[in-house]
Nanobody, 119 residues
Framework: QVEFVESGGGLVQPGGSVRLSCVASGFIFDDYYMGWYRQAPGKEREAVAGIKWNGLNTYYAESVKGRFTISRDNAKNTVSLQMNNMKPEDTAVYYC????????????WGQGTQVTVSS
């Protein structure tokens, strides 16, 4: 059974930072790219960051380049997202999934973690 458990969200001021974590299970973690996605109210879910199975290549949406950093720990089946210099438009529920841009387990999303950027 595939499962994703996201954590680390909360309320952050503009310009602030937050770190998200996701623990994945139910598949061979280090066989897959991993990605972070987000869904803002009234908008479709979008991919924001991805990382190759070996951690050597990373990918970012233009809107977050230079501010977000994705990383992974294959020994712990964990993928993280460090978010710096946050903006109100980063407010969304953040999810992880296998794959980047196109989630592999599109029927098995976790509960996500809410990030709200506001003063």
């Amino acid at each position: 059974q595939v499962e994703f458990v996201e954590s680390g969200g909360g309320l952050v001021q503009p310009g602030g930072s937050v770190r998200l974590s996701c623990v994945a299970s139910g598949f061979i973690f280090d066989d897959y790219y991993m990605g972070w996605y987000r869904q803002a109210p009234g908008k479709e879910r979008e991919a924001v960051a991805g990382i190759k199975w070996n951690g050597l290549n990373t990918y970012y949406a233009e809107s977050v380049k230079g501010r977000f950093t994705i990383s992974r720990d294959n020994a712990k089946n964990t993928v993280s997202l460090q978010m710096n210099n946050m903006k109100p438009e980063d407010t969304a529920v953040y999810y992880c999934n296998a794959g980047y841009d196109r989630p592999v387990y599109d029927q098995d999303w976790g509960q996500g973690t809410q990030v709200t950027v506001s003063s």
